[in-house]
């Protein structure tokens, strides 16, 4: 089992910054693919993007593409979401989540393990 534990987030004013992490308890964490999610008030929960297990690999939807960077490192136990150009409407909760299937895939229903969340607030 996988334990994640996000951080980073907080108020940025629009066109700002900010790289939350993603810490993961355990010793297998590179065999998870790993994606982050984000959930604003009324709204579905939203995929951002996707790392592979090895860190080759990313995947972003057209709304973060260009603005989002997803990395990770296998050493720490540690995926990162670095997002720049911040926009009013990238306000919302944002999860990290863990999943054994391969790949950068966009489906929610194959993340096995999810973090707490972490709230990003971009004022405008």
């Known amino acids: 089992q996988v334990q994640l534990v996000e951080s980073g987030g907080g108020l940025v004013q629009a066109g700002g910054s900010l790289k939350l992490s993603c810490a993961a308890s355990?010793?297998?964490?590179?065999?998870?693919?790993m994606g982050w999610f984000r959930q604003a008030p009324g709204k579905e929960r939203e995929f951002v993007g996707a790392?592979?297990?090895?860190?080759?690999?990313?995947y972003y939807p057209d709304s973060v593409k260009g603005r989002f960077a997803i990395s990770r490192d296998n050493a720490k136990n540690t995926v990162y979401l670095q997002m720049n150009s911040l926009k009013p409407e990238d306000t919302a909760v944002y999860y990290c989540a863990g999943k054994l299937v391969a790949g950068t895939g966009y489906y929610i229903g194959n993340y096995d393990y999810w973090g707490q969340g972490t709230q990003v607030t971009v004022s405008s």
């Open positions: 790392i592979s297990r090895s860190g080759s690999s990313t």
């Open positions: 355990g010793r297998t964490f590179s065999l998870y693919a």
